[in-house]
């Protein structure tokens, strides 16, 4: 119990620090990026299974990308 603790005060201090590094050399987390990409990765996910349906596990070729790095951290 006490590593579990001891890890989740490591994870969020380094969350915090890593946020005011990200701040002193000019670039900002982008907090709405997930609800701003909600709806398409939801229509992506709808397009995924309307495929996997129709062709088939073996057949079925879903690309879904909806978490971008280069658009999560972005310059102020």
Do not use: T
Not at 47 to 68: E, F, P, W
Request: proline share 1%; hydrophobic share 40%; aromatic share 12%.
């Amino acid at each position: 119990m006490f590593h579990l603790l001891k890890n989740i005060i490591w994870i969020v201090g380094f969350v915090v620090v890593s946020g005011f590094v990200l701040d002193y050399f000019g670039y900002e987390i982008n907090k709405d990026y997930f609800k701003e990409r909600r709806s398409d990765c939801q229509e992506l996910l709808k397009q995924c299974k309307s495929d996997l349906i129709h062709q088939g596990i073996d057949n079925a070729k879903c690309k879904i990308n909806c978490i971008s790095p280069e658009k999560i951290i972005r310059k102020k």
